[in-house]
């Protein structure tokens, strides 16, 4: 395989000859399928060869015919720009150019998000939910301890019935607490940010 540069600052495979037939997972790389999606491929009639290997262009023109356009379309994709347009064959069909462009765009944005995950930049999702979870019983656990040490305080101070101030100030933080439940994060964000 050689080797050039994109331009983005990565390296991207290109095949050496691309009339000499291929198997069927370098076939699925290069049109940046699954092994397995191929082979469904296969069996609805991508032709191959009686070695089992591939011949691109044929594979390709099969392609452009028999898939759906609508699910070949390039979608955008955050972060990184929409490849120029390539033109397309007669059905509206996507080109093997589109297709490339789409995948190279793929690859860019998946390395674009390993190196910020390697940065400390992003972090998993569910790593995140359980911290949050954590720090959300530890304030609410944390919340009705105070009312707990806090009713009898309250109540020899106001010479008031212990069990009827904690009464009341347990109400009223499980209301609060409920409250605060209730809110969004993105409601919290916004009032940060604003």
Partial sequence: ??????????????????????????????????????????????????????DRETALGWMEKNLDPSRRKAVPIDGVEDPAPAPHSLDGAPSLKDLKSVHEAVKVKRAKLQYERELGKLVDREDVERVILTRARRERDTHLAWVMRTAPVIAGELGADPGDVFAVLDRHMREHLEDLSKTPLEELENAKRG
């Fill in 1 to 54: 395989m050689a080797k050039r540069n994109s331009g983005l600052g990565l390296f991207t495979e290109l095949p050496e000859d691309e009339t000499r037939p291929i198997s069927k997972a370098q076939f699925a790389r290069e049109v940046g399928l699954s092994r397995g999606r191929i082979s469904q491929l296969i069996g609805q009639g991508l032709p191959v060869r009686e070695d089992g290997k591939i």
